[in-house]
């Protein structure tokens, strides 16, 4: 039975994500990755401009717009609270990730993470030691991407972007596209394929490309929505949206 039978909706378990005012992608793939019997809040960062670049994400994420952006999601009662954005969370390089979540917990005393720590686990979850990067980023976030990453432990084989600028054209990416990046990105004898971006569309095409390639593919969001399953001790929606969701403990159909 589920809360939209139930009611009751504040008494179910809470999600909070920290989204970009620009996003689109996360909210959509969060309802097809959450169950029904869990409620997903959201606040929103404005990312300047709409532009996807070191110095705006640099701005967005120094602002105390953070800290109050995570009191909103748990004065509504979030149980962990996620940053989702991949390179607004690893641009300041190795720390940078655990910093912002620790902004986040000081501020609510809520147990927070970031995409880019959430990437970093999953990779480390399905035995990742070398990656290829599929990304809709300019070169400047590209090379942060691969630095952080390396300096995580894994070997970049490969990393290539589809130089968008504007974040809300990110979002009108079409499966086409998406795939087309994938399968342009990918390298034999790579441990799995990460797709980079909260607002690039990937979640229902994850499962096909890992029978595609045969390994494990990994998005931002599907990292994301992970970790915060995770830390709730809660199940995917459905076992049909890659292995790393399938993964979790109890996983619906």
């Given at each position: 039975m589920t809360i939209h039978t139930q009611l009751a909706y504040g008494a179910a378990p809470v999600i909070g994500v920290i989204e970009l005012s620009t996003s689109v992608a996360i909210t959509v793939e969060s309802q097809l990755v959450v169950p029904d019997d869990i409620v997903v809040v959201s606040a929103r960062l404005r990312l300047p401009g709409g532009k996807v670049s070191a110095a705006t994400l640099g701005e967005m994420t120094s602002s105390t717009e953070l800290?109050?952006?995570?009191?909103?999601?748990?004065?509504?009662?979030?149980?962990?609270?996620?940053?989702a954005c991949t390179t607004?969370?690893?641009?300041?390089?190795?720390?940078?990730?655990?910093?912002?979540?620790e902004r986040m917990t000081a501020q609510t005393g809520v147990p927070a993470l970031t995409t880019a720590t959430a990437v970093v686990r999953a990779l480390r979850r399905v035995g990742a030691t070398s990656i290829a990067v599929g990304t809709p980023y300019i070169d400047e976030l590209n090379v942060l991407e691969q630095e952080f990453f390396e300096a995580a432990g894994f070997e970049v084989r490969h990393i290539e972007g589809l130089q968008i600028g504007e974040d809300r054209?990110?979002?009108?990416?079409?499966?086409?596209?998406?795939?087309a990046l994938a399968e342009s990105s990918m390298r034999d004898g790579v441990d799995a394929l990460f797709l980079s971006c909260t607002n690039m569309p990937t979640v229902p095409l994850?499962?096909?490309?890992?029978?595609?390639?045969?390994?494990?593919?990994?998005?931002?969001?599907?990292?994301?929505l992970w970790a915060a399953l995770e830390a709730i001790d809660a199940p995917a929606r459905s076992t049909r949206l890659g292995g790393?969701?399938?993964g979790l403990q109890g996983a619906a159909r």
């Open positions: 800290e109050r952006a995570a009191q909103q999601v748990a004065d509504a009662g979030a149980q962990v609270i996620a940053f607004g969370s690893l641009l300041g390089g190795p720390g940078f990730d655990t910093g912002l979540a054209d990110i979002s009108r990416l079409t499966a086409a596209e998406v795939r994850l499962a096909d490309l890992e029978d595609q390639f045969g390994v494990p593919v990994i998005s931002s969001n599907s990292a994301t790393l969701l399938a």
